[in-house]
């Protein structure tokens, strides 16, 4: 049975003056919920917390307010393919509302390495030097991260630099896309601004045949030395000859900024 006049009419004005009220509303409240969860740093870079946090108050002001103000306007009569496509935005809106707040949020993967191509742009300022270079002073090697060691070995890539150094790293598995069966790359994202534009960085292992015993986007606490790679094809001419693999759960901020 068809929706008679009247109730076009109502669903109607139910859309034209509530729709975008309603979808301001769960955009303020999945921010609100990401900022007192603790997972906002999954989109964004922690510097925009507070202001991203306060916008959204403001946010939840103005939707308030938009719901508090009374308005009455006319809406035009509508057949049954025009109030179907309403009926069928609004339902969008309760799925997409329900799944931003139940949903969990996930940190970007080793696809999304793949795609940007790891080490292609997450580092190389002058202050990414400056900062390991005072580290690798300290002799406590390692306490370098995954960030630190990407600038060393973009610095340099003299065996002998790194022949008394022994890394210990931990990220996500992502194949070295030239020598996928043999080199893995321990890698982490590092957030510019947010995750749109999230840079794949790592530091890469020889091991072969390391599929085995490990899954692309296992999170592993990697500890060796550096040597020359032993793949001709690898996209690294150093490489992590591993002496310890361990697999450990994700770390709360699994991005590097």
């Not at 906002?40 to 946010?59: E, K, Q, W």
């Not at 630190?148 to 790194?162: G, I, N, R």
């Not at 749109?196 to 899954?215: F, H, M």
Request: aromatic share 10%; glycine share 8%.
């Amino acid at each position: 049975m068809l929706p008679d006049r009247k109730t076009n009419a109502a669903l109607r004005y139910w859309a034209e003056r509530w729709q975008g009220v309603l979808l301001s509303l769960v955009v303020v409240v999945a921010t609100l919920w990401l900022g007192l969860s603790g997972q906002l740093g999954l989109y964004i870079h922690p510097r925009y917390f507070v202001f991203t946090m306060a916008m959204a108050v403001i946010g939840l002001v103005l939707v308030a307010a938009g719901f508090a103000r009374r308005r009455t306007f006319e809406v035009e009569r509508t057949g049954p393919v025009e109030t179907t496509l309403t009926g069928v935005g609004v339902v969008l809106l309760l799925v997409m509302g329900v799944a931003m707040v139940i949903v969990p949020p996930t940190t970007l993967s080793s696809a999304t390495a793949t795609q940007r191509e790891v080490n292609s742009g997450g580092l190389g300022t002058d202050d990414d030097a400056e900062q390991a270079a005072t580290l690798i002073g300290t002799g406590d090697f390692e306490q370098l991260s995954v960030r630190e060691w990407v600038s060393l070995l973009a610095q340099s890539s003299d065996p002998a630099f790194y022949s008394d150094k022994t890394a210990q790293v931990i990220g996500f598995v992502t194949p070295d896309a030239q020598d996928p069966e043999n080199v893995f790359y321990v890698a982490r994202f590092v957030v510019t601004c947010c995750a749109v534009d999230a840079q794949p960085i790592g530091v890469p292992v020889y091991l072969s045949g390391w599929q085995a015993e490990y899954e692309v986007d296992d999170w592993v606490q990697v500890t060796g030395r550096f040597d020359l790679s032993v793949s001709a094809a690898a996209s690294d001419p150093l490489a992590i000859t591993p002496v310890e693999i361990l697999v450990v759960d994700q770390p709360n901020d699994p991005y590097v900024y």
